[in-house]
């Protein structure tokens, strides 16, 4: 079994940068390690997703973070990063990443296919 967790978090202004690492416990086959997505959640919204990759390592970002967001894998794969560049206050959530928990073709963006989760981490970016 997958065991996600995120770190990174904090306080930021606009403008600055953050770097948030997911790491993975438990099973560490690239199977179950893949497929990997970072969401956001803010408070009154929805969750949503940001940028993710696929078993064969095609990245997908959302319109919202594009241009400023970076996924990346670490060593071994068993560890992700999301590089997050000039923020905004709307930038201010709490972040997670998700695995599918399998292979797949294709990044998907919808929080409803993802179902191992991290506990989260907090970024808040002041005006």
């Known amino acids: 079994q997958v065991q996600l967790q995120e770190s990174g978090g904090g306080s930021v202004q606009t403008g600055g940068s953050r770097r948030l690492t997911c790491s993975v416990s438990?099973?560490?086959?690239?199977?179950?390690?893949?497929?990997m997505t970072w969401f956001r959640q803010a408070p009154g919204k929805e969750r949503e997703g940001l940028a993710g990759?696929?078993?064969?390592?095609?990245?997908k970002y959302a319109e919202s973070v594009k241009g400023r967001f970076t996924i990346s894998k670490g060593h071994g794969d068993i560890t992700a990063y999301l590089d997050m560049d000039r923020l905004k206050p709307e930038d201010t959530a709490i972040y997670y990443c998700?695995?599918?928990?399998?292979?797949?073709?294709?990044?998907?963006?919808?929080?409803?296919?993802?179902?191992?989760w991290g506990q989260g981490t907090q970024v808040t970016v002041s005006p």
């Open positions: 438990g099973s560490t086959s690239i199977f179950n390690w893949s497929c």
């Open positions: 998700a695995s599918m928990g399998s292979v797949c073709s294709g990044v998907r963006l919808s929080p409803h296919e993802y179902p191992a």
């Open positions: 990759f696929d078993t064969n390592g095609n990245v």
